[in-house]
Structure formats: C-alpha cells, structure tokens
C-alpha cells in the first residue's frame, strides 16, 4: 500500500521498494524488541538501554534513508515517509492551517519543521499508538509555539470547530 502511492510502473523498483519498506518494518521491530528484553531484565539501566534503542534507531533509521536516496526522489521518499506514518504531517498541517487562518509564513515553517521532526521519530515508533503519540509530543510543541506567538489555542479550537459546523449547515440546505 505504501509503495502504491508512488505510482510506479517499473515492477522491478515496486518489489525492491517493498522489500526495503518491510525489512526497515522487520529491523525496527527487532530493536525494539530486543531493548524491551533488556529493560525488563534490567530496570535499573533503563535509562542507558533506552538512550542505546534510540541510538540504534537512528543508525538504522539514517540506513533506511540511504538505502531509499539511491532509488527516489525526496518527494517519493515524503511519500514512503507519510506512508509509514498514516499520513499524520499533512493532515495536522492542513488541520493547524483550517483552524488558525491567520498564520504567518514563519509560523507555518515552524509548525512544518515540527511536524517533520515528529514523522522522523514516528517511522521507528514500534506500534501505531506510538507513532500517533510523537505527533502528540509535536503537537504539544506546536500549541506552545503558537502560545507564545500570541494565539489562545482554545479559543481559535472553538472557532475552528464553529466555521467546521456553519459549512456543513450550508452543504445540508
């Protein structure tokens, strides 16, 4: 499904690229399982074998990345990326750019680079519910950013959530 969304029509690339997409699946999972393994044996050193699981991650995440330049395209490779993270970084963005309209261009950079930073973390999570609770973490971010910028998140929440209401009572009529 992942590889899917690129459109490709030299079968050779789709099955290279799905095997690459799967093993990244398989590896990730083998670190993570492997560092569980240890934490439950040794919670005292929790701290250093998690400090190792993410290093570990990032090594085989960067690896990942390598493997997937030398085949796509940055755009294909955000594709494979969204993929891997149910599409979470477009559909916040878009969510952040609905309910606060007066974003500036900065802002709007801020809140992409987060929601990159996010997705990075997100691909290697070990489950859905963690890859959704790094966006979580960002999202955090992001509502503390634009606090600081001056905006009142509850209040722009709620206008959001009346402008949302007001369009689907004039799509019913």
Do not use: C
Not at 50 to 73: G, P, Y
Request: charged share 25%; proline share 1%.
């Amino acid at each position: 499904k992942i590889i899917q969304a690129l459109s490709l029509t030299d079968s050779t690339l789709f099955y290279q690229l799905q095997t690459l997409v799967a093993n990244e699946y398989a590896a990730t999972k083998n670190i993570h399982d492997n560092y569980n393994k240890q934490v439950a044996a040794a919670s005292e050193n929790a701290t250093t074998i998690e400090a190792e699981r993410m290093a570990s991650l990032k090594l085989q995440h960067n690896q990942f990345i390598a493997s997937l330049s030398k085949l796509l395209s940055i755009q294909q490779i955000d594709i494979i990326k969204d993929g891997m993270t149910y599409g979470v970084l477009p559909k916040t963005f878009k969510g952040y750019e609905e309910m606060i309209l007066t974003l500036t261009p900065v802002q709007k950079n801020q809140i992409y680079a987060y929601l990159l930073e996010a997705r990075e973390f997100a691909m290697d999570a070990e489950s859905s519910e963690k890859k959704h609770a790094w966006f979580g973490k960002f999202k955090g971010k992001i509502n503390n950013y634009l606090s600081s910028e001056g905006y009142d998140m509850k209040k722009e929440g709620i206008a959001w959530k009346e402008r949302i209401a007001a369009q689907q009572n004039n799509n019913i009529k």
